[in-house]
């Protein structure tokens, strides 16, 4: 059996065609699944009537990539999933290539993984989040020797994969991490044919000076080479990003062991990477030998970047803000198993809304979004999956180690990346009897040396471990201003006390929960609770719903209006931070996490700007208006089809733009205009005070930037009937296309006024030929979710039948609607 890595940069994932492209398949249809252990491999494989129901376990037809936990993790009635599971496939294998060798390579898999060529076992990984590649070749060919191969598989190989993401105190990350630890085939698998001698990695070094002129780049190669030949000739092309070839070099090889450097040339005034225009050079290598020829492509970034000491970040010379937020591989339906489709969709909603900077948390992703961030100028902190819990024994440190060997290695050559991460809430015990600082302290700096050995040219980060601040280049403490500790006014002084206590600083998680669709007419009332504590730290407890000191993620409403308020005040105050590298915002997009049952949504950390099926909250508009240059304008509460209060009571209209002025109106009439100040708090002076009407009410406004002009609208009703306690509820079926019926509860007092405060928990439940669609982890596709502001969403599919869906509250009587 040999076992290696591979880092192979396909023509599908966003490069040039190559002899590879031609020798590579995704291996996306014709699996099985079942969610469960076998007994033995045997179980995978042997021979069975088709139908057979005496064949226990039943297998399900799957496509990749494929999450065991895909709506498991996310419903409100059980723990998720944790242990093994199978996978199996049959493939037809044709290598043409003389002495080539046949490869299965994963992109990534949880969080251990066996693999089987009939019943022979081939390989096996730990990690859940790292590429590792298996070569088959052997094992494939024995078994084409077989009755079995002619006669049960009818020229087939069987493939069975066995995953299992069961807990384990001496893995990474802990169990006590907030996010899921997913399990299954939750990125692409991959088949390659690859010739004798082909390309392991490819390390490409760009260098530039701060002045851009002088570059310079150095090569080096690392061969799969099972059959030990001693002898190639390799070739080298590097095509600027215009597509003119700018280097050719060939060189005889004689040695194939180990990095062997292939080329190392200057390069006068090397058109530079930046965030702003992400040009990227096309790096060719092709190596030839008697048995065939090897290629690989790379995408390579000149630029040069520097974390100031006590000062601000410079990218080729010039200061630019890190304009950040976070992303986890998660999303409604299928949790971590992504499509390479849904990626790309995700990343550029992240350009879309000023992004130039991403932390990836909280270990190393799919290459799929390497590339994208090369391609659209977003800069990285990529990090390694030690999260919470302390330190492990001599199994769990080594994991560590190859897992950051791994990252590092794999997506060395992305330009887009700036920092190595090496942990994150290192200072949170739990997994083990003792809780030794000394030891964390030793196994991160040895972390720390590992990644500069590797990789000298980027830095060292982690978040929140203030006891092992000093050891990496870069350090993020937990500031949370507004939402764990203390209030978000409150900002600025606590981030300017932090910068002073280290080197080089950047603040990485801010923000807070909002439960889409949820907003309110005073959404600061909470802060009149919680102290000024000069602390905006997050502490043990403080992500609890139930006791300890006041703070808003406890006592606040969790609006959509408060999350906006706080947004819109740390946007406006990095804007007079000059000293501030930049700060990045949790996260992009909510996210499943085990150790969050009671949030509006079950088992949802509701921090994103955007729900878990891509739907956009208010927040995503407030960073445009601040992170982009596009014109936009959005007025506030799109998603808000109710407001309340007196009659003739002036109520605040926000507009969110980075236009230069905007002009309102209220029911066709014109309010004014007026000119947008980023230091003018709320919404940049974008606000107007108005009665409304009550009944039916239309805003208009039309902003300008230039010469261009853009507008946005949106209608509600104004409620001034004051309500009672929460007396009955009414389900209504609001729409229906193509077989997606929308369902909608409203809450009412005993005098059919509609309760607009309430957020009361409703579940929904459906008999008959119909589904819901549940478990997805959204505001609108939960079947046991908070209220908004007195009504809940629920879709289900009609499948062509009868259904009755239920709608129960407790305390309030149930009804039910018939479909």
């Excluded at 088949?191 to 570059?215: C, H, Q, T, W």
């Excluded at 891509?614 to 509460?637: C, D, L, N, R």
């Amino acid at each position: 059996m040999k076992r290696f890595s591979l880092n192979i940069l396909f023509a599908v994932l966003l490069c040039s065609q190559t002899v590879y492209a031609q020798q590579k398949k995704r291996l996306v249809n014709n699996w099985e699944f079942v969610k469960q252990d076998l007994g033995g491999i045997w179980e995978a494989v042997r021979p069975v009537k088709k139908g057979n129901p005496e064949d226990v376990p039943l297998w399900q037809k799957v496509t990749l990539p494929h999450c065991v936990n895909a709506e498991d993790a996310v419903d409100p009635d059980v723990n998720y999933y944790q242990g093994p599971s199978w996978y199996r496939t049959q493939l037809e294998i044709d290598n043409n290539n003389q002495n080539g060798r046949t490869l299965l390579h994963f992109e990534g898999a949880g969080q251990k993984t066996d693999v089987y060529v009939y019943t022979t076992k081939v390989g096996s990984h730990v990690g859940g989040y790292d590429e590792w590649t298996v070569d088959i070749t052997d094992a494939v060919e024995a078994f084409k020797q077989t009755e079995e191969f002619k006669t049960q598989f009818k020229g087939k190989v069987p493939v069975s994969i066995r995953t299992d993401n069961s807990r384990d105190l001496e893995m990474m990350p802990s169990d006590l991490s907030d996010f899921n630890l997913y399990g299954g085939l939750y990125r692409y698998v991959n088949l390659i044919y690859a010739p004798g001698l082909s390309i392991d990695k490819i390390f490409a070094v760009p260098e530039v000076d701060k002045a851009g002129r002088n570059g310079k780049i150095a090569v080096r190669a690392r061969f799969y080479n099972p059959t030990s030949l001693s002898s190639a000739t390799a070739e080298i092309k590097l095509t600027d990003p215009k597509g003119k070839v700018v280097h050719r070099s060939s060189r005889n090889l004689n040695a194939l062991n180990g990095d062997v450097l292939l080329a190392d040339f200057q390069l006068k005034n090397p058109q530079l990477w930046s965030t702003n225009q992400p040009l990227l050079y096309t790096l060719e290598l092709s190596v030839k030998t008697p048995q065939g020829t090897a290629m690989q492509t790379e995408k390579v970034g000149f630029r040069h970047f520097e974390f100031v000491e006590k000062g601000p970040f410079l990218l080729n010379g010039k200061r630019l803000l890190l304009r950040g937020t976070h992303r986890h591989e998660d999303h409604a339906g299928v949790a971590a198993a992504m499509t390479e489709e849904q990626i790309r969709t995700e990343m550029k909603m992240m350009k879309e809304m000023g992004v130039n900077f991403i932390r990836l948390g909280h270990y190393q992703q799919s290459r799929i979004v390497l590339n994208l961030c090369d391609s659209l100028g977003i800069a990285v902190w990529e990090e390694i999956p030690w999260c919470r819990g302390g330190l492990g024994g001599e199994v769990y440190k080594e994991q560590g180690r190859r897992m950051l060997t791994n990252m590092i290695e794999q997506h060395y050559n992305h330009p887009s990346v700036i920092i190595w991460g090496l942990g994150n809430e290192n200072d949170w015990p739990g997994d083990f009897s003792t809780f030794d600082k000394e030891a964390i302290r030793a196994y991160m700096t040895e972390l720390h040396n590992l990644s500069h050995k590797l990789d000298p040219s980027r830095k060292t980060a982690i978040r929140r471990c203030d006891f092992c601040k000093d050891i990496v280049d870069v350090y993020s403490p937990s500031i949370w201003a507004g939402w764990y500790r203390g209030i978000y006014t409150e900002y600025k002084q606590v981030s300017l006390e932090e910068f002073n206590k280290v080197k080089r600083f950047l603040h990485v998680e801010w923000g807070g929960d909002s439960h889409a669709r949820r907003h309110s007419e005073t959404p600061d009332n909470a802060l009149s609770k919680v102290q000024r504590a000069g602390a905006a730290d997050e502490r043990a407890g403080d992500a609890s719903l139930f006791g300890g000191s006041a703070r808003v993620s406890k006592d606040g409403d969790w609006s959509e209006s408060y999350m906006a308020n706080l947004i819109d005040w740390h946007l406006k105050e990095q804007e007079t931070m000059p000293w501030l590298t930049g700060a990045a915002q949790w996260p992009f997009k909510d996210f499943s996490t085990p150790v969050r049952p009671d949030n509006p949504v079950p088992y949802m950390n509701q921090k994103g700007v955007i729900e878990r099926d891509f739907t956009k909250k208010e927040a995503f508009y407030i960073f445009q208006s601040y992170w982009t240059e596009k014109p936009m304008v959005h007025i506030y509460g799109h998603s808000w089809p109710v407001r309340w209060g007196e009659a003739n009571e002036a109520k605040m209209i926000k507009v969110y733009s980075n236009c230069e002025e905007a002009e309102l109106f209220l029911n066709g009439k014109s309010l004014g205009t007026k000119k947008r100040n980023s230091q003018d708090f709320p919404s940049a002076g974008l606000r107007w005070m108005a009665p409304f009407a009550t009944g039916q009410n239309t805003i208009r406004v039309v902003a300008r930037k230039g010469k261009t002009t853009v507008q946005d609208e949106i209608s509600f009703v104004y409620q001034t009937e004051k309500w009672d306690k929460p007396a009955k509820l009414t389900l209504t079926k609001i729409a229906e296309e193509n077989g997606i019926v929308t369902l909608e509860a409203k809450l009412f007092d005993s005098k059919n006024v509609q309760c607009l405060d309430a957020a009361n928990w409703v579940r929904f439940s459906l008999a008959g030929d119909g589904q819901l669609i549940d478990n997805q982890g959204t505001s609108t596709g939960s079947k046991y979710v908070q209220m908004y502001n007195g009504r809940a969403i629920i879709r289900m599919k009609s499948n062509g039948g009868k259904s009755s869906v239920a709608l129960k509250s407790e305390g309030i009587p149930t009804v039910m609607i018939n479909l």
